[in-house]
Every structure is written in structure tokens, then in C-alpha cells.
């Protein structure tokens, strides 16, 4: 029977580097493998949920995602090539990424799928040792290579979702508000380190640009701790937002950063602060020429 | 490269155009310095919006032409500094001390207007603006 689905098979189309006694090998598995899909996938569908991975998914889905791999796989091993058992894994990684499967145990299934596939070599070939070694010899370094390029995928994507949401909170944490015509709010809520600081003081820079800002209210209730680096940072934003004609007003500083600011001897005599957010926002709206009145005293005096 | 300065009521204008050596930087201030007697300017507006780049020298220069200025009785506004440009200075030390500064030329005739405004209401109000 393995003769008959040799035949049938079109020859790999990129033989590489492999001789030509290991490409008959390699089809002569495929073949196999594609006779016994169903008894081997079902195999090995029962052998994750024995081991206990994949948990976050349902049975069915396990099922689901078990054929799809077990073809791409066997589709590797025919053609040799991995581009398409590549963008499947990226495609397969996106999707169970955000549902909590861990690298283990995408690694698991992988090894556990090796390990059914070589257990059914075995049982095919157990009475001509000589030639079980052959098919071993061509069928394990296809499969360690798919097994690295599986999980190899998924480390990638895994980065390339933690970087993504990096990013995102670095956008997030820095939001410069604008709250009137030319007046720019910038709340700094938590940690603050030097990389942190300086995106805030480039995004600051920015918008100030481009809303035209005259006057900046820089709030730090939100800042727990502040040292040396940081504080001098925060003098630096002011005198490049003064560079560029907008006066800083910096408010929440809390007794502690005010006790440590005194202590570790910081120069703020260039900044001006005001104790709270309301404080500051009134003093710039004083600075530019804006008063606000409650709407009845407005109309009383008109 | 000259830069050219114009003449705008009672303001001089001296636009930047592009990267200066530093004997244009030099020449720059001698000429802002010799005009502003000659056409009694109120106020002097330096427009670095097409610098990217400014050196210890530059910032010097534009801090001496503001004092310089100031002694001939002529207010100075720095304008157009670049976001990237104003985080180097800092960085560098280079903050411009005791110099006006405003966000484009726009801003910079403001804020000499509102300078005027100041000085006629102080003053006797012999001052006339033209």
C-alpha cells in the first residue's frame, strides 16, 4: 500500500538538499500519514487532554485545531518548505495567544504530535528494523525542524503582542489634554523613569505646537516618588516648554516630593507651582486673561 | 548666507533661513545691532523656525543680540524653536536665560504688542505707537 500512495504523490517540488533515496522516504510517510489522518489525529487529540494541555480550549476546538495542524504538518514534511506551517503557526498564535496558551503548551502539543506520528512508525515497520531506521532518519530532523518553526512562531508573535501593548500603554500614559483655547493639562499618573520622562517631555513639546499652548498646568498628584534624575527632568520640560513661549505651571506636588525636592537641594526657583490641579488651572486662566464667573453674576452685571 | 532682516512698523524682523556659520551668526548681530538705532526699533524678533540644529555659539549670540538690544532700548523675542531643538538646549544647558521666547512670529508680535501696551500704561503715554 505504501507503494501505491508513493505513486499517486507528486514528487516534492524543492528536493533542497535532500538525496534522493530520503525524498522516496520522506513520501512514503506521507503517504502513511495520510492513510491513517483520522486514527492518528484522534491519537493524539486524546494524548493533549490526557496531558492536561490546551486547557483554555474546549474539546471541540482542541479537535478543530488538531486536524489543521496535523495537515500543515504533514504538508510540511511532503514539500519540505515551512513558509506556509509558518504563517499558519503566526495565524494559529494570534488566535489562542489572547485565550491564555502558554509556550509549554504549545511546545507540548507539537512533541506530543512527533511522538504519536513516531509510535505509528514503529507499529508499521517493527519487522524490518533496517528500513524503520531509514524512515527515522528522514523523518526526525523534518520533524524537529517543524516542531522549532511551531514554537519558534509562537515566541515571535508572543513578542511581537508584547511590544504592540507596550507601546500602547506608553501612548495611554502620557495623555496631554487641552482644557481651553491654549491651555494644555498634562495629569502624570505613576512611576515616572528617565524613559518615561522623556517621551512625556517630547509628546509635551509636540502638542504644544501644534494646539498653539500658551500656558501648560503639569499635575504630579498622581506621582508617589520622586529623585534627583526625575525632578531635574521635570525642570528641563519646563525651561524647553518656556523655549518654545509657553509658561508651566506644576501642581499636586505632595509633601513628600516637596520635603525630598528641599532636601536632595533641587533648583526649582524657575518653576512655578501651585498647590492643587484646581489651583493651577485657575493661575493660567489668569495668565491668559480669562475669568470665570458663575452665569447669573454674568448676567446681573450686563 | 545674509539674513535678511525687514522692517514691520516699529519691529525688526530677522528671519533665519537656513543652517548660519558662525561669522553669519556674528554679522547677523552686528547688523540687528546697528539697525535697531537706525530705524528706533521697539522690537527686535529672531525667527529660528528653519534651524534644526543650534550650537552653544548660536544660542550665545542670540542671548547677546537680546542684551545687546535691550541696552539700544529694543525688546527681543526669540521665536519658532523647534520641539527636538528646545529638549537639546535644555539637555545641554543652553535655556536662553533672561530672553523672551515665543512659539512663531505670530506670537512673537503679541507678545512686543503687549510689551507696548505695558510701557505706554506705565509711561506718560508720550509714546506714540504709530
Redesign the interface.
Known amino acids: 500500500m505504501a507503494t501505491k500512495g508513493k505513486d499517486a504523490l507528486p514528487p516534492p517540488p524543492d528536493p533542497q538538499a535532500l538525496s534522493e533515496s530520503t525524498a522516496a522516504l520522506l513520501r512514503e510517510l506521507v503517504a502513511h500519514l495520510r492513510q491513517n489522518r483520522t486514527q492518528l489525529r484522534e491519537e493524539w487529540a486524546r494524548r493533549i487532554t490526557r496531558a492536561q494541555l490546551l486547557t483554555a480550549m474546549t474539546e471541540e476546538e482542541i479537535f478543530a485545531e488538531a486536524t489543521s495542524v496535523y495537515d500543515n504538518y504533514v504538508e510540511a514534511l511532503e514539500t519540505g518548505t515551512f513558509e506556509a506551517l509558518q504563517a499558519y503557526a503566526r495565524n494559529l498564535s494570534e488566535r489562542i495567544i489572547p485565550r491564555g496558551v502558554e509556550t509549554h503548551e504549545v511546545v507540548g502539543i507539537v512533541l506530543l504530535l512527533r511522538d504519536v506520528l513516531a509510535r505509528s512508525l514503529f507499529a508499521k515497520y517493527h519487522e524490518d528494523f533496517d528500513k524503520l531506521n531509514r524512515i527515522l532518519d528522514a523523518y526526525e530532523p523534518a520533524a524537529n525542524r517543524i516542531a522549532n518553526t511551531v514554537a519558534v512562531g509562537f515566541v515571535q508573535e508572543r513578542e511581537r503582542i508584547i511590544r504592540q501593548q507596550q507601546e500602547a500603554i506608553r501612548e495611554l500614559s502620557t495623555p496631554v489634554l487641552q482644557v481651553r483655547e491654549r491651555l494644555l493639562i498634562l495629569p502624570i499618573i505613576g512611576v515616572i523613569d528617565p524613559q518615561r520622562a522623556r517621551q512625556l ?2 509628546q509635551l ?2 502638542a ?2 501644534t494646539n ?1 499652548a ?1 500656558v501648560v498646568v503639569i499635575d504630579i498628584t498622581g506621582v508617589a516618588a520622586m529623585d534627583s534624575n526625575v525632578a531635574n527632568h521635570l525642570v ?2 519646563v ?8 509658561t508651566v505651571i506644576v501642581t499636586g506636588l505632595s509633601p513628600e516630593i516637596a520635603q525630598t525636592l528641599v532636601t536632595i537641594g533641587v533648583d526649582l526657583s524657575e518653576m512655578a507651582t501651585v498647590g492643587d490641579l484646581q489651583g493651577g488651572i485657575e493661575e493660567a486662566e489668569r495668565l491668559l486673561g480669562y475669568k470665570v464667573l458663575p452665569f447669573e453674576e454674568l448676567t446681573s452685571k450686563t | 548666507m545674509e539674513v535678511p532682516i525687514l522692517k514691520q512698523g516699529h519691529y525688526l524682523i530677522a528671519s533665519i533661513q537656513s543652517a548660519l556659520t558662525d561669522a553669519d551668526l556674528s554679522q547677523l548681530r552686528e547688523a540687528l545691532i546697528e539697525r535697531v538705532g537706525r530705524f528706533r526699533a521697539r522690537g527686535v524678533i529672531v525667527d529660528v523656525t528653519a534651524l534644526d540644529v543650534m550650537d552653544s555659539f548660536a544660542v550665545r549670540t542670540l542671548r547677546d543680540i537680546a542684551h545687546m538690544a535691550r541696552l539700544r532700548g529694543s525688546e527681543t523675542v ?2 519658532g ?7 537639546a ?3 545641554l544647558g543652553l ?2 536665560k533672561g530672553v523672551s ?4 512670529l505670530e ?2 508680535l503679541a ?1 512686543l504688542d503687549r510689551q507696548m501696551q505695558l510701557r505706554i500704561e506705565r509711561g506718560s503715554g508720550r509714546i506714540d505707537r504709530g
Open positions: 517631555t517630547e513639546l509636540r504644544i505646537r498653539r500658551k528641563q520640560t525651561e524647553a516648554s518656556r523655549l518654545l513661549g509657553a | 526669540i521665536v524653536i523647534q520641539p527636538e531643538v528646545a529638549f538646549m535644555v539637555q535655556t536662553l521666547t515665543a512659539l512663531d506670537e512673537g507678545f
